[in-house]
């Protein structure tokens, strides 16, 4: 979600992403009546050094803090929107702009994303740039990285300003059931988001071409047309301008879909570890991951609109009129929503990593079935580490890990090759 830092609280998506320190492979052999999966999976562990662990866990640690400032400055910076009257006056002034009631709430959200990005452009500053490049994840210049972050500003001025009117207006029209179309608004707007993604917004911050030919591209595309994937073509986009981190996906939904990894996991990994990233990511397509995300989400974001819908009557009719707040459908009152809406999808959390780990799970299990190279998955699994904690305790993966950890990664793959060695 770098890429689009004002769209978290609006959009959950999924890819497996990450890069670590290349480690020599540990020799783990046995048959299936002397191999022990724990065992192996303690070895590979080992084969990480000290260091690299340290580094790894003090990262993923620091994550943590990084997401408590976050849940801080968002709610600060809304709490002084209101407390300030600087809503009221972008409203007034968006009123000056344009009589119609759509146009004023689009030009009342372009000011509060502007508002939002300057006040919390320290925060974003470090957590993004600053701390990136000091673990070693990053080696972007300040002047690109900054150049990506008012594209990024743009877009999510444009798209959620757009959304947002249509959002309002179902309050002003709906005033009693809002909630429930205002829900129904925000899964429909992610599917769009979904769908234009891979077309018209990744291509902003990359430049994305077709995979070079060769057995491994050809590889891949078996994979894929073996799995039911109507796929042509594998791109590849230079991801290494921006991050060291591997990642791939297959994205887009409908007739948008594209198969595409990035320049770090051809440069960094073995063909093996690239097929089990690969394999992982189809397996969410083919399994339906996107459109059970999607049910979910909508489920979760009712709840939201729900807290929403009782939360700000209340707020509204205690504050409202010290911050000049009219009604529910002002757009003055969006930092009030936000503000709920931040702080629900906060405490939320824990149950959306659930949701979203549970089907890594299944993609982890269908790329062992397809790839059917369970050292190619730990070696790889290893190379993820350097921004994920390994092996974290069980309470800490359920409330935090929206994937499997290191450990559970690499012992299922274990547990796969003991089960198929005795075939």
């Known amino acids: 979600m770098k890429k689009y830092p004002l769209l978290v609280v609006l959009l959950v998506v999924l890819a497996v992403s990450a890069v670590g320190p290349l480690t020599a492979q540990p020799q783990i052999s046995g048959s299936a009546q002397t191999f022990n999966p724990e065992k192996a999976t303690n070895a590979y562990l080992a084969s990480l050094s000290p260091e690299a662990r340290a580094k790894s866990a003090a990262y993923w640690n620091g994550g943590y803090w990084i997401q408590l400032i976050d849940l801080a400055v968002a709610l600060a910076i809304a709490w002084l929107l209101l407390a300030s009257g600087i809503s009221r006056r972008m409203r007034e002034l968006a009123e000056g702009l344009s009589r119609r009631k759509p146009l004023q709430t689009f030009f009342y959200g372009v000011q509060y994303f502007v508002a939002v990005f300057i006040l919390s452009f320290p925060a974003t500053y470090y957590a993004e740039f600053v701390r990136e490049h000091r673990f070693g994840l990053s080696h972007q210049p300040f002047g690109q990285w900054l150049g990506e972050q008012f594209i990024a ?118 063909p093996g570890e690239v097929e089990v990233v690969m394999a992982h990511e189809m397996g969410h397509y083919v399994l339906n991951h996107i459109y059970e995300i999607l049910v979910y989400f909508a489920l979760v974001v009712l709840a939201g609109f729900v807290f929403l ?92 890990y929206d994937h499997p950890s290191g450990r559970n990664r690499i012992l299922m793959g274990m547990r796969w090759k003991q089960a198929f060695a005795k075939q």
């Open 309 to 400: 819908y009782w939360a700000s009557n209340r707020l509204l009719h205690w504050r409202g009129s010290r911050w000049g707040i009219r009604d529910t459908g002002d757009p003055a009152g969006l930092p009030l929503l936000m503000f709920l809406f931040i702080l629900f999808m906060f405490l939320a959390s824990p149950l959306v990593n659930n949701i979203i780990r549970s089907n890594e799970v299944e993609a982890d299990i269908f790329s062992l079935n397809v790839v059917r190279q369970p050292e190619a998955w730990a070696t790889l699994v290893l190379k993820l580490s350097e921004y994920r904690k390994l092996d974290p305790s069980p309470l800490e993966e359920w409330l935090f």
């Open 153 to 270: 500003l743009a877009v999510s001025a444009i798209l959620i300003s757009l959304f947002f009117v249509a959002v309002y207006g179902l309050v002003r029209k709906k005033a009693k059931t809002w909630w429930l179309w205002g829900s129904a608004a925000t899964v429909l707007f992610l599917a769009f988001i979904l769908l234009i993604a891979p077309v018209f917004i990744d291509p902003l911050f990359n430049t994305y071409k077709p995979m070079d030919e060769g057995p491994l591209k050809e590889r891949i595309l078996n994979l894929a047309r073996g799995n039911g994937i109507p796929a042509n073509d594998v791109f590849q986009f230079d991801a290494s301008r921006q991050t060291t981190r591997i990642s791939a996906n297959v994205s887009g939904i409908f007739g948008t879909m594209r198969i595409a990894l990035n320049d770090n996991l051809l440069k960094r990994c073995t």
